[in-house]
């Protein structure tokens, strides 16, 4: 499978591919009024209007986010509509085997497994459970 390897502050995560439309710059947001703060607001992509979601921010609440780190925008296609995940430096995309992926128990939690991809401990991401996140806001 592939994955998608990122940086956000000091640590190093990922997710596979499968559902990932593109990788562009950071997009400039119109703020959504009483939305969880890990949602930064909307963004217009070619005229498609997607929400733009703080990664770091939904992975790490306890802390304040360091939008510094963000320098790329995730597009992930979905059912009804796109989202844009803000990520910081974009390692690579790489062929992992499923097999050395060391799993996490918990159903609702973000990160479903850690590898090990370029020297690096590298967190998997559950991007479905973001999805399920961001419908029950909506």
């Known amino acids: 499978m592939q994955l ?14 499968e559902k ?6 950071p997009l400039t947001s119109t703020i959504i009024p009483q939305s969880p703060s890990w949602i930064k607001g909307l963004v217009n992509l070619r005229g498609q209007i997607m929400t733009l979601i703080d990664l770091d921010g939904l992975l790490n609440e306890d802390r304040p986010s360091n939008e510094l780190c963000y320098n790329n925008t995730v597009i992930v296609n ?24 060391q799993t996490v128990d918990g159903e609702d939690s973000l990160v479903q497994g850690y590898v090990s991809a370029y020297n690096e401990m ?9 999805l399920k996140e961001k419908e029950e806001v909506s």
Do not use: R
């Open 78 to 101: 979905t059912e009804d509509n796109p989202i844009a995940l803000m990520v910081g430096k974009v390692i690579g995309v790489t062929d992992i085997d499923p097999q050395l992926i």
């Open 20 to 25: 990932i439309e593109e990788i562009t710059k």
């Open 4 to 17: 998608i390897v990122f940086k956000l502050t000091n640590h190093f995560y990922g997710f596979t591919t």
């Open 122 to 130: 590298v967190s998997i991401i559950d991007i479905d459970i973001i």
